[in-house]
Nanobody, 125 residues
Framework: QVQLVESGGGSVQAGGSLRLSCAASGYRYSTYCMGWFRQVAGKEREGIALIYSAGGNPYYADAVKGRFTISQASAQNAILRMNGLKPEDSAMYYC???????????????????WGQGTQVTVSS
């Protein structure tokens, strides 16, 4: 059974930094997309940083480009480094993963089979 567990959320002042980690277990796919979505109450969940296991440039939403960096510490662990945080970055952040065969990682939440429980990020002004 695949499990994704996020850690590293919390509260920070504007301009600060946080590092989110996603640890995957039970994952046996050779190629996949893994990354981060976020959701604010009353709004749709949106993909913000996604990475394909076999290489290529990661995807970043325009709202986080230049401030957030996604990387894979290992095949089972994805890291999201968030710098220059803004109050509008406050949201529940979810790690997600899906088996994928190539091309850009999908942004459709329905295409991701595996989700973490979420970790809250709160940025105060």
């Amino acid at each position: 059974q695949v499990q994704l567990v996020e850690s590293g959320g919390g509260s920070v002042q504007a301009g600060g930094s946080l590092r989110l980690s996603c640890a995957a277990s039970g994952y046996r796919y050779s190629t996949y997309c893994m990354g981060w979505f976020r959701q604010v109450a009353g709004k749709e969940r949106e993909g913000i940083a996604l990475i394909y296991s076999a290489g290529g440039n990661p995807y970043y939403a325009d709202a986080v480009k230049g401030r957030f960096t996604i990387s894979q510490a290992s095949a089972q662990n994805a890291i999201l480094r968030m710098n220059g945080l803004k109050p509008e970055d406050s949201a529940m952040y979810y790690c997600a993963a899906t088996r994928w065969y190539g091309g850009s990682c999908p942004l459709d939440v329905g295409l991701y089979q595996y989700w973490g429980q979420g970790t809250q990020v709160t940025v105060s002004s």
